[in-house]
């Protein structure tokens, strides 16, 4: 998500917001202020909260966007007449550009606010950040009973780890995903915050290096435990298992992290009893 706003901010950064074309009715969230109030206004910052992106106007009004798990962008260096299939809305720009905001499947999750000054929005209903003082010491005290999957996928826990993400740090520190803070002592604790922070500095990196499409889909290439069920683990050389949990593959190794124990999945453990 960092690189994806990273190549969007050096591509619309400088330039005026000319006007747009809205594609779909459940796109555009918000009714005031009306899109039409920064046209021709410059886009002077741009920003990121977990999944959302915003560009920043001179007068403090903000263009908001979330990229749902299907969404992607394109980015057209001449601003396009065409209406791809699942687009929501085409940004343009002053030097003849334009942004595409798309999304795949019929979640409809894809959309834009726009935020008066001093309104967040739905940023406002975020958790903090992965690597603040306030996440650090959450995972440092709490007695959260939750599965730590469930836990760091939880935007109003933390912001912008997600599922992907979950599957690899908890590979990396070693941990079952069905284990639970109240049940760690420091040790653990410490390994996930290490791995956190290795495997989201690492994911980055790896993104900054992509070229092409900004396909967030694509982002699954980079995962190296997530969707990997049936592959050796780079560590031990078991195969990676998965089970089904909250309508999420959960992909992990029985040796690494759980001591060889297979977790159950709850809804068929209770249709073979
Ligand atoms: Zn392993």
Redesign the pocket.
Known sequence: MQALAERIGEAVVGLEFVGYTAFSFHGLKTAVPAPESVVNQCVVAMGRRAKYVWFGFADDTRLLFHLSQAGRFDIEPIAKATKPKGSVVRWKFSDGSALLLREFGTERKAGWWMLAPGDDGPLARLGPEPDSEEFFELIRTSADGRRIHTLLRDQRTVAGIGRGYSDDILHHARLSPFASLKSMDLAPRERLLDAIEFTLRDGLERERKRTGGLSENKLGEHFLVHGKHGLP?P??G?DFAHVSYESYEVVY?P??QTNGKVLADRRLSRLLK
């Open positions: 683990c560590v031990c078991t190794c040796k690494c």
